[in-house]
């Protein structure tokens, strides 16, 4: 039986499924929204907005159901695209930055992977460098 690895879609005979990969985005617009202070306890979720008339790719940032503020523009694309492809995605505020007008999260999924890739992603998160190779 073989398996096909998500990130370099080569087959493999085992993939590893507890890889969690993490990427940093930028959380805005806090200032027209109650100027929420993000904190290391806030329950965060993400959900598209596609009816936003200046941004169709918007995605809203939620803490327990209340909308306090946006995605990036420059980072809403991709972190949209990561939502589509592991919606069991998680807002980690572990390594939280907040600075005047905007917050650093991170956005955490697993991937089912083989054992190179698995080996290559590792030092790449460690390093800062991931999604992906092809992304570079
Ligand atoms: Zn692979």
């Known amino acids: 039986m073989s398996f096909i690895c998500s990130s370099c879609k080569e087959e493999a005979s085992q993939l590893y499924t507890d890889t969690i990969v ?8 806090m200032r027209f929204h109650g100027n929420h202070k993000f904190t ?10 596609p009816t936003n008339q200046y941004d ?3 995605i809203k940032v939620m803490v327990d159901g209340i909308h306090w503020g946006y995605v990036a523009k420059d980072n809403n694309k991709c972190i949209g695209d990561l939502m589509r492809q592991y919606p069991k995605y998680h807002v980690s505020t572990d390594r939280i930055m907040n600075y005047n007008l905007s917050t650093k999260l991170d956005f955490e999924y697993s ?8 080996n290559w992603v590792l ?3 460690l390093l800062g460098i991931y999604p992906s190779p092809s992304d570079l």
């Open 22 to 29: 993490s990427s940093l985005f930028i959380v805005v617009g």
């Open 40 to 49: 290391k306890y806030d329950n965060v979720t993400l959900e598209f907005e």
């Open 56 to 58: 169709e790719n918007a």
């Open 111 to 118: 991937q089912n992977i083989c054992e190179k890739c698995s």
């Open 123 to 125: 030092g790449a998160t």
